[in-house]
């Protein structure tokens, strides 16, 4: 029986959109129907089999006060960026940029086969880390530790779960899992009073504290509830979510997410005269 102290805030479905040079993808949170959940202020879906959704990418673009982390389930990416660094993502791998004072970056995709799954969140930084020096971290599949037991796996890319403890190094105190849930399994969690949480069905269909949540939806818990996941289907999956707030005001223009208007009109003046790389 679900405890009564489980709890779920809202559900929103993800929305279709176009980003990039005509990239094709869901927004799930930073869209019309969902502006943040604090520190979140930004993740996307792109899973396709039809390379004219994908193909186009994402040329070099850039960034200040954010992390933005992107996480291949299926298929390359290839990444470049201003200070001459870059990379090839591969399938299972993690790329956590910190954007900091500013960077540009590309991040293309490579085809290996028709098909490619992956997510892009964005991480907003307070206001005492948004200048600090951009930096990239590349997590490999095995240095994301996986949790198997009772009907459910849990790769823990970020945070703790269960005594495995995530490589990533956070400057906002954060969980990011991807888990998989066998029918009937339960997945449970009990977070920080002050942390924001929640999941998205990217797999099926799972039960989330008595509500039904189905497939490219994503359901927002309230704080200091008992986090409790059945799945439904057979091969349920999602993406859970959990990180402590900044409770600043936030300001976005584009690819920047700063405090102020003023600050936003700044990262842009920087970049036109090329002071932001």
């Not at 869901?26 to 502006?35: A, E, K, V």
């Not at 289907?233 to 102020?260: C, H, W």
Request: one cysteine or more; charged letters at 25%.
């Amino acid at each position: 029986m679900t405890k009564k102290n489980c709890s779920v805030k809202q559900v929103i479905r993800g929305q279709s959109v176009t980003d990039g040079a005509g990239v094709n993808l869901t927004r799930i949170i930073g869209s019309y129907n969902l502006d943040n959940i604090d520190p979140f202020v930004l993740l996307d879906e792109l899973r396709s089999d039809n390379p004219d959704d994908f193909i186009a990418g994402f040329p070099m673009h850039p960034h200040r006060g954010i992390e933005t982390i992107t996480y291949m389930i299926h298929g390359n990416f290839r990444h470049r960026d201003s200070r001459g660094g870059g990379g090839l993502l591969t399938t299972g791998c993690v790329q956590w940029m910190t954007a900091g004072k500013g960077i540009q970056h590309s991040e293309m995709p490579e085809k290996t086969d028709n098909r490619l799954w992956g997510y892009q969140l964005w991480i907003n930084l307070p206001k005492k880390y948004k200048m600090v020096e951009p930096r990239y971290q590349h997590l490999s599949p095995d240095m994301i530790p996986e949790v198997r037991k009772d009907g459910i796996s849990v790769k823990v890319i970020s945070g703790e779960y269960d005594g495995a403890k995530g490589c990533a190094s956070n400057w906002v105190k954060s969980h990011y899992f991807d888990v998989r849930i066998s029918a009937g399994a339960v997945f449970e969690c009990q977070l920080e009073p002050a942390m924001n949480s929640f999941c998205y069905v990217h797999s099926g269909e799972v039960s989330v504290c008595d509500t039904k949540v189905e497939q490219n939806s994503l359901a927002e818990f309230d704080n200091d509830t008992i986090v409790e996941i059945i799945g439904t289907s057979e091969n349920s999956g999602i993406l859970f979510l959990a990180g402590i707030p900044n409770n600043e005001p936030i300001a976005r223009g584009g690819p920047f997410v700063m405090n102020t208007e003023e600050e936003i009109r700044q990262a842009f003046e920087d970049y036109r005269k090329g002071v932001l790389f």
